[in-house]
């Protein structure tokens, strides 16, 4: 069965960091292609940063210099180091999987349940 | 970078209703276009991809399509289940990978 299990969320004060993991089973996060995606309090979801294959990265507008993804091969885990926090990024953050060689145009196609990071003072 | 507009932002109807939710997209994106379902408290499901790509998981009252710049998604006989939020995203080219601002589909 093919998995993806997030860990690593919690409080975190404005200004601060926090990273999380994402566990993956049943595919190799060296070939697929792996995002974070979030969801505010009564916002929408919204596409934060991917990792491809090759190892190129593209992030939002919006973290882009703030929230680094990579990857640990060795462990099957995608790592999402957050700095810089603010109000903003509270959310469930959402690790996912694009499927290499799924030929589905690259839809988001497995998905993890979420952790949750709250900044607040 | 891309901007996906879906229509409407909610809508109410019965059980065994047909529904249609439309996005469209602020440039062509060929058939880089998929539906996904989010209910409270948990994952994000794709239902579509591709524009109109049928998942076997996913029941046959899901149906997709479209090309360019416009492209909708139909729930063929709406079932108690499938109340819940409605994103489109497109996955053209190079990222943001935006997603449209959702549809709540909600019981009349």
């Known amino acids: 069965e093919v998995q993806l299990v997030e860990s690593g969320g919690g409080l975190v004060q404005p200004g601060g960091s926090l990273t999380l993991s994402c566990a993956a089973s049943?595919?190799?996060?060296?070939?697929?292609?792996m995002n974070w995606v979030r969801q505010a309090p009564g916002k929408g979801l919204e596409w934060v940063s991917v990792i491809y294959p090759n190892g190129d990265t593209h992030s939002a507008d919006s973290v882009k210099g703030r929230f680094t993804i990579s990857r640990l091969s060795a462990q099957n885990k995608v790592r999402f180091q957050m700095n810089s926090l603010g109000t903003d990024d509270t959310a469930v953050y959402f690790c996912?999987?694009?499927?290499?060689?799924?030929?589905?145009?690259?839809?988001?196609?497995?998905w993890g349940q979420g952790t949750t990071v709250t900044v607040s003072s | 970078d891309i901007q996906l507009t879906q229509s409407p932002s909610s809508l109410s109807a019965f059980v065994g209703d047909t529904v249609t939710i439309t996005c469209r997209a602020s440039q062509s994106i060929g058939t880089y276009l998929h539906w996904y379902q989010l209910k409270p408290g948990k994952a994000p499901k794709v239902l579509i991809y591709g524009a109109s790509g049928f998942l076997r998981e996913v029941p046959s009252r899901f149906s997709g399509s479209g090309s360019g710049t416009e492209f909708t998604l139909t729930i063929s006989g709406l079932q108690p289940d499938d109340f819940a939020t409605y994103y489109c995203q497109h996955t053209y080219r190079t990222p943001p990978w935006t997603f449209g601002q959702g549809t709540k589909v909600e019981v009349k």
């Open positions: 996912t999987a694009i499927i290499a060689g799924a030929d589905h145009y690259y839809s988001l196609d497995v």
């Open positions: 049943g595919l190799s996060v060296r070939s697929s292609y």
